[in-house]
């Protein structure tokens, strides 16, 4: 009788895991161990493809916010890519179970060099008519409002309070508006 093999474990199905245990457990629940015992491996398995719980987080929190960058189609002014990134931001975190708490305690992934990144994330921006400089700034704005709005999004209690007071939806976008509107570019 011929023996099934499980798939080889690599970085892909790793993240994948652990993602799929983030999205049944919450991240209280999200452990290395439940990770292995996800993909049928011992724990010790996992630490040959990522250094410790705070690599994996992070290589998570890359991938939303990768799939966020992919999602941005192609537009001839810079505003409107800031709004559309944070749409495409807002709709990646909330598209797992605690993505902007998973988001916002991440750290960047080990082997990141931040003038690389820096250089990767700004380049729509830059294409745009930004410098490097106003081009960060403006997208860390961005960011850590549309964390924070997620982050209150995915609180059930705070959003049904919140709903019970103003239209959720319309006033991401109203306060996304007038953040992007105010912004001013310098001089490169």
Same mark, same amino acid.
């Given at each position: 009788?011929?023996?099934?093999?499980?798939?080889?474990?690599?970085?892909?199905?790793?993240?994948?895991?652990?993602?799929?245990?983030?999205?049944?457990?919450?991240?209280?629940?999200?452990?290395?161990?439940?990770?292995?015992?996800?993909?049928?491996?011992?724990?010790?398995?996992?630490?040959?493809?990522?250094? #410790?719980?705070?690599?994996?987080?992070?290589?998570?929190?890359? #991938?939303?916010?990768?799939?966020?960058?992919?999602?941005?189609?192609?537009?001839?002014?810079?505003?409107?890519?800031?709004?559309?990134?944070?749409?495409?931001?807002?709709?990646?975190?909330?598209?797992?179970?605690?993505?902007?708490?998973?988001?916002?305690?991440?750290?960047?992934?080990?082997?990141?060099?931040?003038?690389?990144?820096?250089?990767?994330?700004?380049?729509?921006?830059?294409?745009?008519?930004?410098?490097?400089?106003?081009?960060?700034?403006?997208?860390?704005?961005?960011?850590?409002?549309?964390?924070?709005?997620?982050?209150?999004?995915?609180?059930?209690?705070?959003?049904?309070?919140?709903?019970?007071?103003?239209?959720?939806? #319309?006033?991401?976008?109203?306060?996304? #508006?007038?953040?992007?509107?105010?912004?001013?570019?310098?001089?490169?």
């Amino acid at each position: 009788m011929k023996r099934r093999t499980a798939p080889a474990l690599d970085r892909d199905r790793l993240i994948a895991a652990s993602f799929a245990v983030l999205e049944a457990e919450g991240m209280e629940g999200l452990s290395m161990r439940r990770v292995a015992a996800h993909l049928g491996v011992q724990a010790p398995a996992i630490y040959w493809h990522v250094g #410790d719980k705070a690599e994996l987080l992070g290589l998570m929190a890359r #991938d939303i916010y990768a799939a966020a960058y992919a999602a941005v189609p192609q537009i001839e002014d810079w505003r409107g890519w800031l709004r559309r990134f944070a749409q495409a931001l807002r709709s990646s975190l909330a598209g797992h179970r605690d993505g902007a708490r998973l988001c916002a305690v991440a750290k960047p992934a080990a082997a990141s060099d931040p003038h690389e990144s820096a250089a990767r994330i700004t380049a729509p921006l830059i294409a745009l008519g930004l410098t490097p400089q106003t081009a960060l700034s403006f997208q860390a704005a961005v960011i850590s409002y549309t964390l924070g709005w997620a982050m209150f999004e995915a609180n059930g209690p705070m959003h049904d309070f919140l709903d019970r007071m103003m239209i959720f939806e #319309d006033s991401f976008e109203t306060g996304l #508006d007038a953040m992007v509107a105010g912004f001013e570019p310098q001089a490169a």
